[in-house]
Structure formats: structure tokens, C-alpha cells
């Protein structure tokens, strides 16, 4: 991904960190629609994923101080963003709601990209249904992500075993309600 | 038997398949919703450490910044200014080679201004000034100030929240970018302005 040309994203996070501000532009601009690709499968709900990412922006730019160059930028930034949908599911579930509506996302990717991205979104959005919280999260860090497991034991703060375990069962779930692959 | 023992798992060829597929519709979703960008920059504008100010714009200049990443943070700013032009002032900026400027309604705006500094080396020019769609793109109407030394010409000034495109105009009919400026305007946009950001542009 790093090519000679590319700055860091350690060298944008030093900037921002100096108070340069348009590094944090840049910042937002590498990864707001990442951050909100995954809240809205993740939470499934449009206006609390756009929420969890506004509070995931702004909660790191605070804390910008405490992240470790060691780290991935994204990964920290995930981190932050895993807990603030946390917090919006645990809100939903407060409430009575369903996890995940994920109609909402299907609906909205038929606004914006017409039928394939319908049909991809609804594949997808409804064969995650009924995944709790847990195995969701872990599914889509992993396989929609293409994160690492110490990356995702890390930020999530669960064990690679038990991560592992998860997106083994996540997967069979996913398959399962997949449409066309659910025979190999 | 098939115990993963290193970092990743080991992956049967058709899981591997099936992720494959399942990341494609994943990320179908990627395109982000340029809306929802702007609504973060603006909250974060909102929500500036008290020091803020507009000091950034003086260390910018340090901020060396490649083209992509300078073309890439315009993209987004241009679709910012879009979206905070159309929530502010709606309003043609007339003789602006600029589309959707953000709005620089000074009766509305200016209390929300901050202070802003031009610099630019001119070696040989009599008069520098400094042309925007902040005033209307006269060329005279906002002279800059020689520094007494050297070719240096400054001018500080209040802007209104918001990006601006802006251009230097030296001895009243050579229009030059500003070599300092981290933004430049693409040729969408008329061709080769400078883009300044002023903190706070709030779209609410």
C-alpha cells in the first residue's frame, strides 16, 4: 500500500499532532468512509453508525497524544470507533430496539449505486442477521477488514482463540443465508 | 489438526472463496457519503481546543505536502465547501471561476471570521495584492503590505468561517497561486487558485 509517493499516515498524524489542521482533514479523509462502512454493518442503523463515526473522529483528535506510532493509525482509530458502537448497540438494546436493522443499509446503497450494489448490500445485510454483537464485529474486522488477529485481540480486547472462534461461527452463519453459496 | 498457530488463521481455499465474495459486497459500501464527511469537519471545526485560532495557517507551510495527499484533503474540502456554501449562503460569487462557493456573506459571517496572514516573496513586484472570492476577485481591492525588507509582502485579515479560493495579483495584472498554500484549486475550478480553510465553518 506504502509507495514511495504515499505520505504515511504516521507522517499525517505527527502534523496533525503539531496542530496543523488540515492533517486532520487528510485524517478524516483516509478514513471516514472506511469507519462508516463498518458502523453501518456493524450497527446497522444509518444515523447512530453516522453518529458513532462523528464520536470516533472526535474522540481521537482529543486523544491524538496517546496514540503509539507502533500501532496501525486505522487500528487505533478502529478501536475507538468498536467501543463507540458498542456503546450505540448497548443504547439500542436499552430501548428495546433490534441490533440491526439492516435494511436501512441495503436501502441506503440503493440510493447511492444503483442495482449491483442493492443486490451485494442485501446479500450481505441480511445474511448478517441474527449475529449478536460479538461475532459480527469480529466477522466484519476480519473478513471485511482484512485484519489481523492480534490487531483485532487488541482492539477488541477479546483473546485471538475466542476471536477466531467467532468468525469461524460468523462465517457459517454468514454462508448459510448467503444466496448461492449456500452449497459448495 | 488445521489449529491456526500463527497470527492469522489458516483458511480452508473455499472460505477463503467465500470471504472473497463476502468483502466484495462489503466493500460495495466503501464510496462514503460525502454528506456525512462534511458533517464530521464541521463538528470538529465546532470543536477546536480553545487555542485554535487560525495559527495553523502559519505553520501550514510546514506541512509539506505531496500532491496526492494535497489533492485528496482538497477533494474533501471541496465537497465540504460545497456542502457548508449550500447550508450557509447559497449566492454566486460573480466573477469567481469557481463552482459552489462556500458563503461569504460578510454581514452574517464576519462575527464568526478569524484573523488570517498572507505572505508571499515578490521579488520585483511594486504592488501585491490579494484576490478571493471573499472580495469579489478585485484585484485592487486589498492591497498587501511590503514587509520593508527584502521581497516580502504580507497582509492580515479577517475572513469569514468557510473555504476560500484565493489567488495573488502581482502589480495589478499577474495572478499567481500561493507557493505556500497546502490547497490548490483544481482546474475544475478555474484553473490555478490557492484554497485557504478558516476555522470554524460550521454548517449549522
Not at chain 1, 25 to 30: D, P, S, T
Not at chain 1, 123 to 149: C, I, N, Q, T
Not at chain 2, 71 to 99: D, F
Not at chain 2, 128 to 135: E, I, L, Q, R
Request: proline share 5%; glycine share 8%; with cysteine.
Amino acid at each position: 500500500m506504502d509507495s514511495e509517493d504515499v505520505v504515511t499516515d504516521a507522517e499525517v498524524v505527527a502534523q496533525a499532532r503539531a496542530g496543523v489542521e488540515l492533517a486532520r482533514v487528510e485524517l478524516v479523509r483516509r478514513y471516514h468512509a472506511n469507519c462508516l462502512r463498518f458502523a453501518r454493518h456493524l450497527v446497522g442503523d444509518e444515523a447512530d453508525a453516522e453518529d458513532c463515526v462523528q464520536e470516533t473522529f472526535i474522540r481521537a483528535f482529543a486523544a491524538l497524544s496517546k496514540y503509539h506510532e507502533r500501532d496501525s493509525f486505522r487500528a487505533w482509530l478502529f478501536q475507538i470507533l468498536v467501543h463507540r458502537c458498542r456503546t450505540a448497540a448497548a443504547r439500542r438494546t436499552r430501548h428495546r430496539e433490534r441490533f440491526v436493522n439492516d435494511g436501512q443499509v441495503a436501502d441506503r446503497a440503493a440510493v447511492r449505486g444503483g442495482e449491483a450494489h442493492v443486490d451485494a448490500q442485501r446479500h450481505l445485510a441480511s445474511a448478517l442477521e441474527g449475529l449478536d454483537p460479538e461475532h459480527r464485529e469480529a466477522f466484519l474486522l476480519k473478513v471485511g477488514e482484512e485484519m489481523d488477529y492480534a490487531e483485532m485481540a487488541r482492539l477488541t480486547g477479546a483473546g485471538v482463540p475466542a476471536l477466531k472462534m467467532r468468525v469461524k461461527r460468523a462465517r457459517d452463519h454468514v454462508r448459510a443465508h448467503w444466496p448461492g453459496a449456500r452449497h459448495d | 489438526m488445521t489449529e491456526p498457530r500463527d497470527d492469522d488463521e489458516r483458511r480452508e481455499p473455499h472460505d477463503q472463496q467465500f470471504d472473497e465474495q463476502v468483502r466484495a459486497a462489503y466493500r460495495r459500501a466503501l464510496e462514503s457519503d460525502a454528506g456525512a464527511e462534511a458533517r464530521v469537519l464541521s463538528r470538529l471545526a465546532g470543536t477546536k481546543r480553545p487555542s485554535g485560532g487560525l495559527h495553523w495557517w502559519l505553520s501550514v507551510q510546514a506541512f509539506e505536502l505531496r500532491p496526492a495527499l494535497a489533492l485528496g484533503a482538497l477533494a474533501v474540502l471541496l465537497v465540504g465547501a460545497v456542502w457548508v456554501g449550500a447550508r450557509l449562503a447559497p449566492r454566486a460569487s460573480a466573477p469567481a471561476p469557481v463552482a459552489g462557493a462556500p458563503g461569504t456573506d460578510g454581514a452574517t459571517n464576519a462575527a464568526a471570521g478569524s484573523p488570517v496572514t498572507f505572505v508571499l516573496r515578490a521579488p520585483g513586484a511594486t504592488r501585491v495584492s490579494v484576490a478571493g472570492d471573499f472580495n469579489n476577485w478585485d484585484a485592487e481591492a486589498t492591497p498587501m503590505k511590503h514587509s520593508g525588507t527584502g521581497d516580502m509582502w504580507i497582509l492580515s485579515m479577517t475572513l469569514p468561517r468557510g473555504v476560500h479560493r484565493y489567488s495573488f495579483v502581482l502589480d495589478g495584472s499577474e495572478w499567481r497561486p500561493d507557493p505556500s498554500a497546502p490547497l490548490a484549486a483544481d482546474e475544475t475550478f478555474g484553473g490555478h487558485n490557492s484554497v485557504i480553510v478558516v476555522n470554524g465553518a460550521k454548517g449549522l
